[in-house]
T-cell receptor
């Protein structure tokens, strides 16, 4: 079945850039999402990229997609303590199924 | 933006009782809603897909008689955990897809934390 892999932890200093990586197996993914989850809360959509794009920038967020390698990354520039959360990579496999990675827990040190 | 609300946000119950969790799309019609379970420090596990007016589709390994799902209207889906036991304690999250959405974006509820004593 479809699989999504992410590293579990990332620790950065405030002001540095954070890069969260994700690999997936389903080549039919049309939209690939990044969601953020703060402690004890639901998920909020951060950004997404369409599969025919290789980069999307949205303020401090940059998403890079390497469709050939099935690799997706999320870069957060000037990381702040408020960015500490779990980030989920979630390719939409088409139809109605969105598959979630295990989530990367981002720690931001002041 | 689209808002999805879950209720209750937390519930504590005795073993053997049933608990109902509601998921509402407040400002859009959700033709499809999803129910997930999340254990501490783990990802979301899709439990079932709920389509308005039809039976839910359950993922492998999820007991449909244990986790009853009803999607009676375009804005409301409910998950009932029947005869709850301590191992059912978890964080349950719903999400909804807006009808006609071309991006497939999911809107998530805030989650409901169930503790079974």
């Amino acid at each position: 079945g479809e699989d999504v892999e992410q590293s579990l932890f990332l620790s950065v200093r405030e002001g540095d850039s954070s890069v969260i990586n994700c690999t997936y197996t389903d080549s039919s993914s049309t939209y690939l999402y990044w969601y953020k989850q703060e402690p004890g809360a639901g998920l909020q959509l951060l950004t997404y990229i369409f599969s025919n794009m290789d980069m999307k920038q949205d303020q401090r967020l940059t998403v890079l997609l390497n469709k050939k390698d099935k690799h997706l990354s999320l870069r957060i520039a000037d990381t702040q303590t408020g960015d500490s959360a779990i980030y989920f990579c979630a390719p939409n496999t088409g139809g109605f199924k969105t598959i979630f990675g295990a989530g990367t827990r981002l720690f931001v040190k002041a | 933006g689209a808002v999805v609300s879950q209720h209750p946000s937390w519930v504590i119950c005795k073993s053997g009782t049933s608990v109902k969790i509601e998921c509402r799309s407040l400002d859009f019609q959700a033709t499809t809603m999803f129910w997930y379970r999340q254990f501490p420090k783990q990802s979301l596990m899709l439990m079932a897909t709920s389509n308005e007016g039809s039976k839910a589709t359950y993922e492998q390994g999820v007991e449909k008689d244990k986790f009853l799902i009803n999607h009676a209207s375009l804005t409301l889906s409910t998950l009932t955990v029947t005869s709850a036991h301590p191992e059912d304690s978890s964080f349950y999250i719903c999400s909804a897809r807006r009808g006609g959405s071309d991006t497939g974006e999911l809107f998530f509820g805030e989650g409901s934390r169930l503790t079974v004593l």
